[in-house]
């Protein structure tokens, strides 16, 4: 099952604090909701463990995420692949920023996502709505965030470390 979602935000915060906020994994993975860990390869690649739920079925996805086309401080894309037992999903997520005033910052956020196995089948009817729902909720916790002098997002702290490479 395919499916497209877009948002914006409007950030009362700098352009090039928005950028910082949207490069720090640790911050990102602390706005998205059922976040267990993430793990850091480098600055652009990290694995993240998660549950989503859709209906009455819920899985621990495994996903690999990768940072490309950072086009500092307006564009960043991210590609997601990873799988659950039965189901599989990949997506690609991208930012704009945009300056819209001194200390303003809009970002404009797409998600495309093509899921397959059990919580696609189960769940079709259900999917597209939850993960539009999850989304907004990420972004909208991310832009909340980012304001000077806010709260830290209110989701549950995923645990987040850095591996170090093995050497060749």
Not at 43 to 61: D, K
Not at 78 to 85: H, I, K, L, N, Q
Not at 142 to 161: E, L, S, W
Request: proline share 5%.
């Amino acid at each position: 099952m395919r499916f497209e979602v877009t948002g914006a935000e409007e950030i009362a915060a700098p352009i090039a604090q928005v950028w910082t906020r949207l490069l720090d994994h640790e911050y990102v993975a602390s706005c998205a909701p059922n976040v267990e860990s993430v793990e850091a390869a480098d600055e652009t690649h990290f694995t993240v463990v998660t549950a989503l739920g859709v209906g009455s079925i819920r899985l621990r996805f495994t996903l690999r995420v990768a940072l490309e086309d950072l086009a500092a401080p307006t564009f960043a894309r991210m590609r997601v692949s990873g799988d659950a037992p039965g189901s599989a999903a990949r997506a690609e997520a991208s930012a704009t920023l945009t300056e819209t005033a001194p200390g303003a910052t809009q970002l404009d956020w797409v998600l495309a996502a093509d899921v397959h196995g059990t919580i696609a089948g189960v769940g079709a009817r259900l999917l597209k709505g939850t993960a539009r729902k999850l989304t907004a909720r990420f972004w909208k916790a991310f832009a909340d965030g980012v304001v000077p002098g806010a709260a830290p997002p209110k989701g549950k702290r995923a645990k987040a470390r850095t591996r170090a490479r093995k050497p060749a």
